[in-house]
């Protein structure tokens, strides 16, 4: 009964704390994943591009970040930032430590991370598309802002959702890395929380079971997207699918 109190909501529980921190978790995840959109989408459209130089620094950069251990990039950004704008600090005349902060380092980090995977997805989600869709839109005149606006964008989109899905997956997962950044989210929170009672078996299960809920949510939520888009998607673009 002493254990299940400490999971309880009163002044010595520690439930409402996991709540919190499994907010928390989910926020650093969906901005870190808004972030790899952008550097993905960034990456993508080098790929595709046909310049070599373009190709180059897109294969550097899903080759770098998708090889390299995720806690080395979270150490690099967050450490090595923080080395940074100190001595950009000192260089104007200010002295002390000046450290970034562990949401943003985080959010970033695991955001840079999720852009290597994200840039594939966007990539095989654009090959996808019917190049007869492209070559009609082009036979009856569709300039090139109406074919991407009307015909790439909702494709890309339709074609990415599971991928997506799995990248989102795989950064929520990859957030409890920034516990060691102090940011207290879900892992952080159930380390502490596991030290402070001496109860590691059961804050560990606890926050094993809040990361299961969110993945099952999570799973949920982007399996009603999938299905909705292959509702709308014409039969044409599902036979690609």
């Known amino acids: 009964m002493a ?39 960034i990456v993508a459209g080098a790929k595709l591009s046909g310049n070599p130089l373009l190709v180059a620094f897109g294969n550097v950069y899903t080759t770098v970040f998708r090889g390299v251990p995720e806690l080395l990039i979270i150490y690099l950004i967050y450490f090595g930032g923080s ?40 990539r095989g989600a654009y090959l996808a598309i019917s190049k007869g869709e492209l070559e009609a839109a082009s036979a009856i005149g569709m300039h090139r802002g109406m074919r991407f606006r009307r ?7 339709r074609f990415a959702i599971p991928g997506l899905g799995n990248v989102w997956q795989l950064s929520l ?17 159930s380390q502490v929380a596991a030290g402070s009672t001496r109860q590691y078996f059961l804050f560990f299960i606890a926050g094993g079971c809040l990361y299961l809920i969110l ?16 509702r709308s998607m014409p039969a044409s673009a599902m036979g690609q699918a």
Do not use: C, H
């Not at 997962?173 to 929170?189: C, P, Q």
């Not at 993945?215 to 292959?230: M, V, Y």
């Open 3 to 41: 254990s299940l109190e400490l999971l309880g909501f009163g002044s010595t529980g520690w439930g409402a704390l996991l709540i919190l921190a499994a907010l928390m978790t989910l926020a650093v995840t969906a901005t870190a994943l808004a972030i790899g959109a952008v550097l993905g989408v």
């Open 83 to 122: 080395s940074a704008v100190t001595s950009i600090g000192k260089a104007m005349g200010y002295e002390g430590f000046l450290g970034l902060p562990s949401f943003a380092a985080g959010a970033l980090a695991v955001g840079i991370i999720s852009g290597s995977y994200q840039a594939e997805v966007f």
């Open 151 to 157: 015909i790439i964008i909702p494709q890309v989109l």
């Open 173 to 189: 997962k990859d957030s409890a890395l920034i516990s060691v950044t102090g940011l207290a989210e879900l892992m952080r929170t």
């Open 215 to 230: 993945t099952s949510l999570s799973d949920r939520i982007f399996n009603g997207a999938e299905r909705r888009a292959n």
